[in-house]
């Protein structure tokens, strides 16, 4: 198995009641082998959070999808 396909992902939202919104900060890192890649956003709109998380996991999926296709399982074929 490949670190490729070993990758692991974390998504971190942490909301805060503030005395007049609420308060979300997202930390998005993509592969925590490569802690480089931490984005972090912050915003009290809770459709944009939503929409963020939404696309970093489909980011990440589509970027699963696209090992699987340049490195298929090992073993033998079947017919």
């Known amino acids: 198995m490949t ?16 005395s007049d919104h609420t308060l979300l900060t997202l930390r998005l890192v993509p592969d925590i082998e490569r802690s480089a890649t931490v984005e972090t956003f912050v915003t009290s709109d809770i459709g944009s959070a939503v929409r963020t998380v939404r696309a970093f996991l489909q980011d990440f999926e589509a970027d699963r999808q696209k090992t ?12």
């Open 3 to 18: 670190s490729a396909e070993r990758r692991t992902g974390i998504c971190l939202v942490r909301v805060e009641l503030q």
């Open 68 to 79: 699987d296709e340049t490195h298929p399982p090992l073993g033998p074929a079947s017919s």
